[in-house]
């Protein structure tokens, strides 16, 4: 038996059961502000595995969704916080809408990923009434990751509340950094 060091990386598909909850939900994420600025996403915590159904509103449910993983980050000011899911597919997403649907304004909150509230942080006040925007990401792997932001002082979404650049750039870049993860 010939012994790989170090020992070879997991297939992509693979990924979610076999890397440790750090490994898929880092420390610490990298982002930047519309204006330019360095700033970094804070793990908060991991809620534990969960059943789609559990995990994602009924508008974000995808077909072939084996289970969810789920964690609530913080950008660095606290001012904000996002839950980011994970949905683990059979096989490859089905195309998804990059725009809201037909009759709904852009302003109007996503059907996305559970927020994932943790207590005694800044995302103890974070809940299905908290998140004010979300964001999308997949690829060609088994993996999407939808994400439900919102801010951390516990304030609740209003019809027609637009999200801010910043808070829409939260949802959006930990999408994107955790699939990227993933499937990178």
């Known amino acids: 038996m010939t012994m790989l060091w170090p020992p070879a990386e997991p297939a992509v598909s693979d990924r979610w059961r076999l890397w440790p909850a750090a490994e898929i939900f880092p ?4 982002g930047t502000t519309p204006s330019g600025a360095r700033t970094t996403y804070v793990l908060v915590g991991i809620a534990p595995e969960s059943p789609c159904a559990a995990a994602f509103q009924d508008g974000a449910r995808l077909p072939g969704c084996v289970t969810a993983l789920r964690a609530t980050y913080t950008e660095s000011t606290q001012t904000f916080v996002a839950t980011a899911g994970i949905a683990v597919l059979t096989g490859p997403p ?3 809408p990059s725009a809201p649907p037909a009759g709904r304004s852009p302003n109007a909150r996503p059907a996305t990923v559970r927020p994932y509230p943790v207590q005694g942080g800044p995302a103890e006040l974070f809940g299905q009434r908290q998140y004010i925007t ?4 997949s690829g060609r792997e088994r993996y999407v990751v ?7 002082d516990g304030r609740p979404y209003t019809r027609g509340l637009a999200a801010t650049p910043r808070l829409r750039g939260v949802a959006e ?9 993933l499937t990178g």
């Open 173 to 181: 870049q930990l999408a994107r950094a955790l699939h990227r993860r």
């Open 134 to 137: 979300g964001a999308r990401e």
């Open 94 to 96: 089905p195309a998804g």
């Open 146 to 152: 939808l994400t439900a932001a919102g801010y951390s």
């Open 27 to 30: 420390a610490q994420l990298p």
